[in-house]
């Protein structure tokens, strides 16, 4: 039986409890972890990421409102996952929000939201969401793609993009028409999308935000203060240390 990981978040408007559930062996290449986000009270949470919806991949963070005594079930995709379910290439959803049901057949999303509704518990809302992805997955990976998202994760998404492309063996336009169109964005928006990843991560360990900056890539403070605004709308301090996203 696979872990349920839950914790209790608060935020401005009540408590939060968080489940997150990591996928079985078989999709574990095309998804990090389910989480279900059930709450006690209206919220409004901020996500770097009652219908089925599909975000594509942004560079700002999505501000979701929940009704009390609601959920929602979310499936994070690995960089390149989506590109197994969906036929469209995915640039072509980046920074968008869709109901499902555009993108696949109506009757099977419309069979999903009701087996998610009605299962009892944490584990049987992930089974029906493994149940849905793996009856759709195409797997289709380009190795270019995966030895350059695997260089971008190692430098922290600090590295120039005509480097990496010279490391490849292939021209920055190759490189960049072939990331588009699997993982969603451009190389330069996905290294930018890493560093605020690893700035939200480390920041309960940082001394402070000069010290967070440095740690997740910026080169100082004010370009981290910028680049975090620009992102959220809010400022990092205040963000971060209200707990308002997940």
């Known amino acids: 039986m696979r872990e349920l990981r839950p914790s209790l978040r608060r935020g401005d408007s009540g408590a939060v409890t968080v489940t997150t559930v990591a996928p079985g062996p078989a999709l574990a290449a095309y998804l990090r972890s389910f989480e279900i986000v059930e709450t006690r009270a209206p919220i409004s949470r901020v996500i770097p990421t009652g219908a089925a919806v599909l975000t594509g991949l942004r560079v700002k963070a999505r501000r979701m409102a929940t009704e009390g005594g609601s959920g929602v079930v979310v499936a ?7 590109a197994a379910l969906l036929d469209p290439p995915l640039h072509e959803l980046f920074g968008d929000v869709l109901p499902l049901d555009q993108l696949l057949p109506a009757s099977e999303v419309e069979r999903l939201v009701d087996e998610v509704r009605r299962s009892a518990d944490p584990a049987g809302r992930v089974a029906a969401m493994e149940r849905f992805v793996s009856s759709r997955l195409r797997p289709r990976l380009d190795p ?23 490391r490849l063996g292939v021209s920055q336009e190759v490189l960049e028409k072939r990331f588009r169109r699997q993982v969603g964005a451009t190389p330069r ?5 890493l560093r605020f990843r690893r700035a939200v991560e480390v920041h309960r360990s940082a001394r402070d935000l000069g010290t967070l900056a440095l740690e997740a890539g910026y080169y100082d403070q004010a370009h981290f203060n910028r680049q975090f605004r620009f992102i959220t709308g809010s400022a990092p301090g205040a963000l971060l240390t209200s707990e308002e996203y997940c």
């Open 76 to 82: 994070k995709f690995t960089e390149t996952g989506a």
């Open 144 to 166: 270019l793609v995966e030895r350059a998202l695997s260089l971008l994760r190692a430098s922290g998404g600090s590295v120039r993009i005509a480097d990496l492309a010279r």
């Open 189 to 193: 928006q996905f290294a930018s999308i």
